[in-house]
């Protein structure tokens, strides 16, 4: 139900473990956020939006595996812009990777966009990950 | 630091991490067990216990095995590996902190600088690299969009020569020729912009780079793209200048030289255009290979 996954209070106690945050938008719909430090060649979860997914990285040298893993049997369709596919490994700047997603849930749909910042440290063969999801009901 | 192991069997693989990764916060580094099964390894300071994720998985956890470690990644990577990539059983690129490679694997040290591309964590670095063992080796070969220079020292170290390298990032040039360096062979690294400027030709080209650069090779490779004053097949520049040239230019390079092409750097839905472009200039695709929706494959001359 559209209630249970825009529910803050579930999002926080299921994404305690690994520091996430929820809170309800002003506008209508629940915001997750954290920030992760990962190892390289590390599956990490990322952000979880219970009864909805949860996004797992795995930053690699020079490839980001990008894992929205659906914790719903309802269609979702995930899309990435473009312009953000190379936002990893591009030096020169601190790129977003941009996702978005729909859920059809029986009692109507639900949006994801999720937002990715990432800064590589190399002396700690590791990556910081900044990142959040911003859930809400489409406009009719 | 606390690290311990355990298999999944990989049918179930993410129903059952589905349980376990909330309470492994840190993750978890996989790895193919045979069998069936997928290898876990979680590290952190504080680890639940076996019992713990034996009940949230709801079942035994094979495998299980766990130990003290160093908090410090090197230390750990030198004992675990983790950041080195076998290619074909046969070819090991691997960072300077991962364990060497065993006898009979070619162990390639590459460190990374420049914005380069090719430490063989991605599939088009590996795909190229399996395309090119096969071959054997013979004469002169160029890698084009060279990145950290991966596939030219592979290249030097099966027994191609002489090799060339270019890259349009003069950061990753200089990683190159260091880890060119490093590896003990002699490459020609220059900085070029393969999708603007001169095309080396070689007998052996390695072409891991976008489609626009593929379409500049396919043209400067196709017979009759110079002239055909110089054609000599077997014979020719290694990596001089080409596209660009005129058959009247002594220092042209030869078309006809180039006898096979292995090629990546684009997705499955560019391979079109690009095998279009190649077949074109008179290429066939001898392989074809994908991972990870990326494309790759060894072409030869239909006139050959």
């Known amino acids: 139900m559209r209630e249970d996954v825009l529910d803050a209070d579930r999002a926080a106690a299921a994404g305690a473990a690994f520091g996430q945050l929820a809170c309800a938008l002003p506008d209508g719909g629940l915001l997750l956020s954290a920030s992760r430090l990962v190892e390289v060649g590390v599956r990490a979860p990322i952000l979880l939006a219970p009864g909805l997914f949860r996004l797992d990285l795995t930053p690699q040298e020079e490839t980001l595996g990008v894992l929205t893993r659906p914790l719903t049997a309802d269609p979702v369709r995930w899309r990435a812009d473009q312009s953000t596919w190379d936002g990893y490994r591009d030096a020169g700047g601190v790129q977003p990777l941009e996702l978005h997603a729909l859920f059809s849930l029986p009692d109507g749909p639900v949006s994801a966009w999720v937002h990715v910042l990432t800064f590589t440290d190399h002396d700690a063969a590791a990556v910081h990950f900044v990142a959040k999801a911003e859930l809400r009901v489409p406009a009719p | ?304």
């Open chain 2, 1 to 304: 630091m606390r690290r311990v192991v355990f298999r999944l069997p990989a049918e179930v693989k993410e129903e059952l991490l589905d349980a376990l990764l909330p309470l492994l916060p840190s993750g978890v580094r996989e790895s193919p067990a045979g069998d069936g099964e997928v290898e876990l390894a979680a590290t952190a300071v504080a680890l639940p216990s076996r019992a713990e994720l034996e009940a949230a998985a709801g079942r035994p956890l094979a495998g299980w095995s766990e130990e003290d470690v160093p908090a410090d990644w090197r230390a750990r990577r030198a004992r675990f590996g983790g950041g080195a990539f076998l290619v074909g059983g046969r070819v090991l690129v691997r960072s300077r902190w991962d364990p060497p490679a065993g006898p009979g694997v070619l162990d390639i040290v590459l460190e990374r600088g420049g914005n380069g591309f090719g430490s063989g964590s991605h599939a088009t670095t590996r795909m190229c690299l399996a395309l090119l063992l096969v071959l054997e080796p013979g004469g002169a070969a160029a890698d084009l969009g060279c990145g950290l220079g991966t596939l030219a020292i592979a290249a030097a170290r099966l027994g191609w020569g002489p090799v060339a390298g270019v890259d349009r990032m003069a950061g990753a040039v200089e990683a190159a020729r260091a880890n060119g360096a490093r590896n003990g062979v002699e490459v020609d690294w220059q900085v070029g912009d393969l999708e603007a400027g001169a095309v080396p030709i070689a007998p052996l080209l390695l072409v891991n780079a976008p489609p626009p650069v593929h379409v500049r090779v396919a043209a400067a490779t196709a017979i009759g793209a110079i002239g055909t004053a110089a054609r000599a097949a077997g014979s020719g520049p290694v990596a001089g200048p080409a596209a660009g040239a005129t058959a009247s230019d002594p220092t042209a390079a030869d078309p006809a030289v180039a006898r096979r092409l292995v090629i990546s750097g684009f997705v499955t839905g560019e391979a079109g255009p690009v095998f279009a472009a190649y077949a074109a200039a008179g290429w066939t695709v001898e392989a074809q290979v994908e991972e990870d929706g990326w494309a790759a494959a060894r072409l030869g001359r239909a006139d050959a």
